[in-house]
């Protein structure tokens, strides 16, 4: 990055005959001598490192010394409050005095997005609570949306892409009935592979929603995967396997009635 090396300017000329400081990185004490640094560092009362990292901060930006020195004053001000507010964390605390301002940031937004992290978790469940009761009172419509709210939230939970994909297949809805349920057949086989009964459940909702549009021999390749899966998995008798079974036969009828 190129950087003005000019020492005056007609700012400073018309305030006072200061000299204007260039702050730049690839200068030495960013563009300071050792003496003002040595006395901005006196002022600001602490580390090399923190009045650096405040430096770092007003990158690129001129001032006097004058205006300089008033800038490092504030920051000062700013830690002492900081340091003395019973609502920050010891944590957060040690690493200021420690000059450590970026790890103070960072440790900050971390723990935002881990408390976000949980908010969601914990209103995704409710809106899946909620849906669960408009299931109940037959409100089909409302539950559709709690469904998706709750999936929008937590995209990687299947339970609430399936009870999504479910919904709107019964409220015939069946594009966006195939769009949950691909998201979840993709969370479970990263999760599982390809030999999980949750892996086989998907290829079978898949299957259902593309034989109620109509596109027969996607349902049927869907549902032979689903088949396959379960014969792996469980006893010949299990009713997973007779359920696929029968929408699959359900599906070939349908697709010789159509001719194709």
Not at 17 to 41: E, T, Y
Not at 198 to 205: L, S, T
């Amino acid at each position: 990055m190129d950087h003005d090396h000019n020492m005056t300017t007609q700012k400073a000329k018309s305030r006072d005959h200061s000299p204007i400081i260039q702050i730049g990185r690839d200068l030495n004490f960013k563009g300071l001598s050792k003496s003002q640094f040595d006395k901005l560092m006196a002022k600001l009362g602490n580390s090399d490192r923190e009045l650096n990292n405040f430096l770092d901060q007003i990158d690129q930006q001129k001032f006097t010394i004058q205006e300089l020195e008033e800038k490092v004053k504030e920051q000062k001000n700013r830690i002492e409050e900081l340091l003395n507010n019973p609502e920050i964390t010891e944590e957060i605390k040690a690493l200021v005095r420690a000059g450590d301002i970026d790890g103070a940031e960072a440790l900050v937004d971390a723990h935002y997005e881990e408390k976000v992290k949980i908010e969601k978790t914990q209103l995704a469940a409710r809106l899946y609570e909620r849906g669960e009761i408009k299931a109940l009172k037959i409100k089909y419509p409302e539950t559709a949306e709690m469904f998706e709210q709750a999936a929008a939230l937590q995209s990687d939970n299947t339970l609430y892409l399936n009870k999504a994909g479910i919904i709107n297949h019964t409220l015939a809805r069946y594009t966006q009935a195939i769009h949950y349920f691909k998201k979840a057949l993709t969370q479970d086989l990263n999760t599982y592979g390809e030999d999980h009964p949750d892996v086989a459940r998907d290829h079978n909702n898949l299957g259902m929603a593309y034989h109620s549009l109509g596109r027969y021999e996607k349902a049927i390749n869907y549902l032979e995967l689903a088949l396959a899966t379960f014969r792996k998995v469980f006893p010949s008798d299990h009713p997973n396997i007779q359920t696929v079974q029968k929408n699959l036969e359900s599906a070939k009828l349908a697709q010789r009635a159509k001719g194709l």
